[in-house]
């Protein structure tokens, strides 16, 4: 049985990864949340559950259910069972999220968003769900009262995307929207 994973953020955006079957997916019981932890400045984007919501995002295979190179990038998170929860098109079944574990966050310290990095995840939901997904993206996350780091001249993000104007105005005008 190949497991599966559901990426919600940087995920999204196929130019980030090469993991194959990627397609669109719904995990039902879910928001995004930015949290901060005791370990870094920049926050994760993770998710809580929530009843009644719902995110977009994208479910991927994992190759030989080699999850080595995944929960690598995806350090600070703990993979979780997500099987019950998403609704997709095809026959996918044993699906993990990844969620920064809640006891490891924190409400203190100076935490900041790279702007280089919801760069990265606006690009992904345009390309996949269009203006709407994006939109749909700061709709369903929360914590947007942490502070954007503009690090767009020289990006901080491992896994930064060159963005057309448009791109970048959008990512700005949904930004401005909930801040």
Same mark, same amino acid.
């Given at each position: 049985?190949?497991?599966?994973?559901?990426?919600?953020?940087?995920?999204?955006?196929?130019?980030?990864?090469?993991?194959?079957?990627?397609?669109?997916?719904?995990?039902?019981?879910?928001?995004?949340?930015?949290?901060?932890?005791?370990?870094?400045?920049?926050?994760?984007?993770?998710?809580?559950?929530?009843?009644?919501?719902?995110? =977009? +995002?994208?479910?991927? *295979? &994992?190759?030989?259910?080699?999850? @080595?190179? #995944?929960?690598? /990038?995806?350090?600070?998170?703990?993979?979780?069972?997500?099987?019950?929860?998403?609704?997709?098109?095809?026959?996918?079944?044993?699906?993990?999220?990844?969620?920064?574990?809640?006891?490891?966050?924190?409400?203190?310290?100076?935490?900041?968003?790279?702007?280089?990095?919801?760069?990265?995840?606006?690009?992904?939901?345009?390309?996949?769900?269009?203006?709407?997904?994006?939109?749909?993206?700061?709709?369903?996350? =929360? +914590?947007?009262?942490? *502070? &954007?780091?503009?690090?767009?001249? @020289?990006? #901080?993000?491992? /896994?930064?995307?060159?963005?057309?104007?448009?791109?970048?105005?959008?990512?700005?005008?949904?930004?401005?929207?909930?801040?």
């Amino acid at each position: 049985m190949t497991p599966w994973f559901f990426g919600y953020g940087s995920l999204v955006n196929r130019a980030t990864h090469s993991y194959p079957k990627a397609q669109p997916a719904r995990l039902n019981g879910w928001r995004r949340i930015w949290v901060g932890t005791p370990h870094r400045d920049v926050v994760f984007l993770s998710v809580h559950q929530v009843e009644n919501a719902a995110i =977009d +995002g994208l479910i991927a *295979a &994992v190759p030989n259910a080699d999850w @080595a190179a #995944l929960d690598q /990038r995806e350090s600070g998170y703990k993979r979780r069972d997500a099987t019950a929860d998403v609704v997709q098109g095809g026959h996918a079944d044993n699906i993990a999220v990844y969620q920064v574990p809640p006891d490891s966050t924190t409400d203190t310290g100076d935490h900041h968003i790279l702007l280089s990095y919801l760069d990265v995840v606006v690009q992904g939901f345009v390309r996949e769900f269009g203006i709407k997904g994006a939109e749909g993206f700061f709709d369903t996350t =929360d +914590g947007w009262d942490i *502070a &954007v780091e503009d690090d767009r001249a @020289a990006p #901080l993000y491992p /896994r930064a995307q060159k963005l057309t104007t448009d791109e970048r105005a959008l990512t700005d005008r949904l930004l401005a929207q909930v801040q």
